[in-house]
Structures are given as structure tokens and as C-alpha cells.
């Protein structure tokens, strides 16, 4: 009986060797490529190329990728490239450095934006502003409809108005989604193609804000988690140039709504405009009538303004938008370093294989514009401005406008 068990004992053990024994033998089999040579026997190399063994490494921004006419799979792989010439080699490594001092200076510039953040918010600057320090979770949620989310990318956006957010809309759009075409019937894929008045449409993209509606009180957990693990951004630009941009856009062209919510409101408070206005913008801009830049900025400066309502979002400050000092940004991008920034950007997010950043207007508002545009504003009128949109400019280290903050320089000869 003992030596019937003995050889049951044996009979397994023996099994289970063999069975260990097949797998490690299949697993290392499995791996390699059993005719590797095949066609080889058959077939030539091209003439002018070599075969190169060579070890499988990752691939990094600044690799020069070689197409290789054959590979075999495997511990190790070898491609056939052709023969480099010692001009060609040295041109490859000067791409090779140059790319990688570029994506250096990328990196140190996008640390010292977000350095210069923490900076300001913890005080370092000396500068207080409204909600610098309160908590992300005292941040009321119609405070946050500017953070669009992207959970197929694991992206966060804060759209910030006449910073070129129309075609970030537009690459969110085709990200996550959320519009068909009607030509093809299914989702677009190409930003460019995404018609510009329907990005802002609010119902296509899904916001912290809407996070109550579809989460309830798991609602601040959800954000917590997604501003903890998802890549988020935002784009700036100079505070003055983004207000000159966003009157030309708004009221020094007929626009409707603006006319009916803000301009009509400007001409009756500051205008001295006689009689009844205007009831459309068309009618008022063709009788000679429409808001001036100084009118707009009276309206800013004017205290009732905002306790009739919060500043409308195409003048809201960004610190207000997109809260910088709750959200630790993973990206800050400038509108003046725009195609270069979006580069950089897309390759972050990892979706540069799917697209590219639409081409933008060729009239963009440029900073040389302040001096004309703030000319005819009083000093006081420009420096009390400075003061109301100072966060940003600290925040995103914009320098202070010297030739709108200091009396500008006349052409009059002075009497002796």
C-alpha cells in the first residue's frame, strides 16, 4: 500500500515537471521567429544598403526615425538602412541636438510658468486678490463651466475667451466626440472642418459645472480624482491686448447680443445720447452710433457694472475663469508663443497622431495696438484698469504696459 502511494507521489511530481518543463520551453520558443532567413535565400539586398542588428529602445521626441526596408520580430530585430555618409550623419545629429536644446528650452519655460504661479498665489509677490486663497471645494460650480472634460484623453481645458479658444473648442469637439457631420454622418475628425459657430455651443462639451447634474454628491470626489490624474490646460494672453481684441470683435462691429446686453447699456450710461436708442445693432452702427473703446473701459471701472452682474466671459479676468491657484495646471500656454506652444501641446496630450491645431485669423490683435488704442483713455482711467486685471498679469508674468500706465509722450514743442 505504502509503495502503490509512492508511485501515485512520483506519477505527479513527475507531471508537474514536464508541465513546467513544456511551458518554459513554449515560452521561449514563442518569442522567436522559427524561419528568419526565408526569403532571404530568394531575394537580394537593394543595392547601397546594409543589414544593422540592432536592440529595441524606445522612441523619444528627439529620435530620427530611419525606415528600414525589412524587420524581423523577436529579442532582437535587424533592419536593413541605408548607408550613411558622413555629411548626412553629421546633419542628423545637428537635427538631433537642435531638437533636443528646443524641447529643453520648452520645458524649463513651461517650469517657470508654473513656478511663477505658485509665486504669486502663495504670496510671494505681495499681491491679494479675491478668492487667492480659498479651497477648489469653496469654488461655487457655476464658477467652473469653463473647465471642459475629456475622459476618453483624460484632458481638462479651461476655455479662456479671444485666446484662441474657438479652435481648442474644436479640438475638444473632435476629441471627445460630440458632433456629427452632416456630410459623412459621424463624428468629425478634423478640427479645421468643425463650423466655428457651433463650438460654443455649451450642450457639446461637458464641464465641471454640469458634474451635480449627472454625479450628485459624488460630484467634488469626481473632480478631485480627474484634477489629480488628468493633463490639464489653459491658454493666456496679455490682459489689455485680450480686452482691445474682444471690443473689436464685439462692439466695434454690429453684433446683436452684445448690443442688446452691453452696448445699449454703454451709449444710455456714458453716451449722452439724446432720445430713444436703436432697437438692433445694425440700425445703430448705420446712424453713426455704436460704444467707443473709452465708453467700454468706463463700463469695466464703472462698480454698478458688477453688481448688476459678473463680468461677461470675454472680459472676465482668467483668475476668475479658470481659478490657477486651486488647479495646478500641467500646461500654460500663450497666445503669442501659439504655434509653437500647440506643437508642444499635442505631443503632451498625446494626440498629435490625430490631429493638428486649425490655422488661426491673420488679423490677430497685436500688443503695438495698446498706445493707439488706450491714447484717448485718462491716466487714471488706465492705471485704476491695471489694478482690476493685475492678477493676471502677475499670474502669467505679463510685464506692466509702461506706455499705457505713464502719460503718453506728446509731439508739442514745450513753450520756453
Given at each position: 500500500m505504502g509503495t502503490w502511494r509512492g508511485v501515485r507521489v512520483a506519477f505527479v511530481l513527475g507531471s508537474l515537471f514536464m508541465v513546467m518543463l513544456i511551458i518554459a520551453?513554449?515560452?521561449?520558443?514563442?518569442?522567436?521567429?522559427?524561419?528568419?532567413?526565408?526569403?532571404?535565400?530568394?531575394?537580394?539586398?537593394?543595392?547601397?544598403?546594409?543589414?544593422?542588428?540592432?536592440?529595441?529602445?524606445?522612441?523619444s521626441s528627439s529620435t530620427v526615425q530611419v525606415q528600414a526596408s525589412a524587420s524581423f520580430t523577436g529579442h532582437s530585430t535587424t533592419e536593413f538602412i541605408p548607408e550613411q555618409t558622413p555629411e548626412k550623419l553629421a546633419g542628423e545629429e545637428q537635427i538631433k541636438k537642435g531638437g533636443e536644446e528646443r524641447?529643453?528650452?520648452?520645458?524649463?519655460?513651461?517650469?517657470?510658468?508654473?513656478?511663477r504661479i505658485i509665486d504669486v498665489c502663495s504670496r510671494k509677490e505681495g499681491l491679494e486678490f479675491p478668492g487667492r486663497t480659498r479651497a477648489f471645494e469653496q469654488i461655487p460650480f457655476r464658477e467652473l463651466?469653463?473647465?471642459?472634460?475629456?475622459?476618453?484623453?483624460?484632458?481638462?481645458?479651461?476655455?479662456?475667451?479671444?485666446?484662441?479658444?474657438?479652435n481648442w473648442k474644436r479640438i475638444m469637439v473632435v476629441l471627445s466626440q460630440s458632433l456629427i457631420s452632416p456630410i459623412t454622418g459621424k463624428p468629425y475628425t478634423d478640427p479645421q472642418s468643425v463650423p466655428a459657430d457651433l463650438v460654443h455651443n455649451s450642450s457639446l462639451h461637458f464641464t465641471f459645472a454640469k458634474f451635480w447634474r449627472h454625479?450628485?454628491?459624488?460630484?467634488?470626489?469626481?473632480?478631485?480624482?480627474?484634477?489629480?490624474h488628468y493633463t490639464k490646460?489653459?491658454?493666456?494672453?496679455?490682459?489689455?491686448?485680450?480686452?482691445?481684441?474682444?471690443?473689436?470683435?464685439?462692439f466695434d462691429r454690429p453684433n446683436e447680443d452684445f448690443y442688446r446686453q452691453f452696448g445699449s447699456v454703454m451709449l444710455r450710461r456714458y453716451g449722452n445720447v439724446t432720445g430713444s436708442l436703436a432697437d438692433t445693432a445694425a440700425e445703430a452702427f448705420a446712424a453713426g452710433i455704436k460704444p467707443t473703446f473709452h465708453q467700454f473701459i468706463t463700463y469695466l471701472?464703472?462698480?454698478?457694472?458688477?453688481?448688476?452682474?459678473?463680468?461677461?466671459?470675454?472680459?472676465?479676468?482668467?483668475?476668475?475663469?479658470?481659478?490657477?491657484?486651486?488647479?495646478k495646471y500641467d500646461f500654460i500656454g500663450r497666445l503669442e508663443d501659439l504655434e509653437t506652444d500647440s506643437e508642444q501641446l499635442l505631443k503632451l496630450l498625446k494626440v498629435d497622431h490625430l490631429l493638428q491645431f486649425p490655422s488661426g485669423p491673420q488679423n490677430r490683435t497685436a500688443a503695438s495696438w495698446e498706445r493707439d488704442w488706450f491714447a484717448e483713455i485718462p491716466i487714471t482711467e488706465r492705471r485704476e484698469l491695471y489694478r482690476l486685471y493685475e492678477p493676471d498679469f502677475e499670474l502669467f508674468s505679463y510685464p506692466i504696459p509702461d506706455s499705457v500706465l505713464h502719460q503718453l509722450q506728446t509731439t508739442s514743442s514745450q513753450t520756453p
Open positions: 520551453y513554449w515560452d521561449d520558443v514563442s518569442g522567436l521567429n522559427l524561419y528568419p532567413f526565408q526569403d532571404l535565400k530568394h531575394k537580394s539586398l537593394p543595392s547601397g544598403w546594409r543589414a544593422q542588428s540592432t536592440t529595441v529602445s524606445p522612441p524641447w529643453t528650452a520648452e520645458v524649463r519655460e513651461q517650469e517657470a510658468r508654473k513656478q463651466d469653463h473647465l471642459i472634460v475629456d475622459d476618453t484623453h483624460q484632458i481638462i481645458y479651461c476655455y479662456v475667451p479671444k485666446v484662441a479658444c474657438t454625479y450628485g454628491s459624488l460630484s467634488r470626489h469626481l473632480m478631485a480624482l480627474k484634477l489629480q490646460f489653459l491658454f493666456v494672453r496679455d490682459p489689455f491686448v485680450r480686452l482691445i481684441s474682444a471690443f473689436r470683435n464685439k471701472l464703472d462698480p454698478e457694472t458688477e453688481r448688476e452682474s459678473i463680468f461677461n466671459e470675454h472680459w472676465r479676468q482668467v483668475y476668475r475663469l479658470c481659478h490657477p491657484c486651486q488647479v
